[in-house]
């Protein structure tokens, strides 16, 4: 069972707390299944960087992460153009067709496509028992911003379009397309829009000035990204763009989360992101928003790419899928239907892991904030 954690402003007591839990007992020691993860990802961002490689390379080195998820079984996928954008529908055997989970994948706008997230996010979606809408949306430095947000949203009205209502669409996205999630909610409340039932941000990357102190203390424990990568993914994305770094449009640590539905913010602690996870949910909050905040103990980024393989992904799936079940107005399912059950020692239909009002879950545990 895991510990419930006092709160800190800072991350990087978090995770020291969360190692004391560990010794102690309080959790689990990481499983083999996750050290191969960790293996694939420093296999990969060593690889990745290597000099005079091209952009086409690197993209393909890069497409390996989805070695990490298995196959979910009786999900089926169909391409399909979204109102101009690639998509990929994962379709679960029996899942509701009128529940949609709209995801965009990570990649800092450059690498990963919507081929490496199939199987993750298949996995999500046959756990919550909806369908989900894995979009291609345009990389960079071939497409600058805004046309990665501008695919978003066409794919968003497009499935308004199909007859799929907003109150049973969810946003989600990991990495920058967790940061997509919520531009995409902004978007349309700033244009009067009808918003989603709810925003899912996985390992999400959402400050473009990147000033987090995890950014350095994570440093040694992130295998996938680092500062570098981040400052180039950046460059690619809006550099000679004229957009700033602290413009709310790319970095939703300056939006106004105001009139935004549900949120929940899931990332690894080992990320060097995690800062700016946890600095997110407490402006979200501050912000009037309904807020749900968790981490995955030695979580990598990008952790849920390790879906259907790694047992601390799955009971992460068992909470994310219950959750968007509570959101999109499903009953919630009992954990011998969600394949799993959650690392907190409680029911993936148990009540504590959401979070109203003044208090967040953090860990295993509620924290007031």
Not at 20 to 40: F, I, N, T
């Amino acid at each position: 069972m895991i510990a419930k954690q006092k709160y800190t402003d800072k991350p990087e007591e978090e995770t020291a707390l969360i190692a004391s839990a560990r010794r102690e007992g309080g959790v689990a020691a990481a499983s083999e299944e996750s050290k191969y993860l960790v293996e694939l990802f420093a296999s990969v961002k060593e690889r990745m960087w290597k000099p005079d490689l091209d952009l086409e390379t690197i993209r393909d080195i890069v497409e390996h992460l989805q070695l990490a998820s298995t196959e979910p079984e009786a999900v089926t996928y169909t391409e399909v153009d979204a109102g101009g954008v690639p998509a990929l529908w994962c379709i679960p055997e029996g899942s509701d067709a009128n529940r949609v989970l709209l995801h965009s994948h990570g990649g800092g706008t450059i690498v990963i496509s919507m081929h490496t997230d199939r199987k993750a996010i298949g996995h999500i979606a046959k756990a919550a028992g909806i369908r989900a809408l894995v979009l291609n949306y345009r990389r960079s430095p071939e497409h600058k911003f805004p046309a990665q947000i501008d695919d978003v949203e066409k794919a968003y009205h497009w499935l308004l379009a199909q007859g799929i209502r907003p109150e049973n669409i969810a946003s989600s996205g990991e990495s920058i397309g967790g940061n997509f999630a919520v531009r995409l909610a902004v978007t349309l409340r700033e244009k009067g829009a009808p918003l989603p039932a709810a925003i899912l941000s996985l390992s999400p990357w959402y400050d473009m000035e990147m000033t987090n102190e995890t950014l350095e203390s994570n440093a040694a424990t992130d295998k996938l990204i680092s500062r570098a990568g981040l400052e180039i993914f950046r460059e690619a994305w809006i550099g000679g763009t004229g957009v700033a770094r602290n413009d709310p449009r790319v970095n939703m640590l300056y939006a106004d989360l105001s009139g935004l539905p549900p949120m929940m913010v899931y990332y690894g602690a080992h990320d060097i992101l995690a800062g700016e996870a946890v600095e997110f949910a407490k402006r979200a909050k501050d912000a009037g928003v309904d807020v749900s905040l968790h981490s995955l103990p030695e979580g990598q980024h990008n952790f849920i790419l390790g879906a259907g393989r790694v047992p601390e992904v799955d009971e992460a799936i068992a909470q994310i899928s219950e959750w968007l079940r509570s959101k999109l107005g499903l009953a919630r399912l009992d954990s011998g239907t969600t394949g799993a059950r959650l690392g907190s020692g409680v029911s993936a239909s148990d009540d504590s892991s959401y979070i109203t009002g003044t208090e967040l879950f953090v860990d295993g545990g509620f924290v007031q904030i």
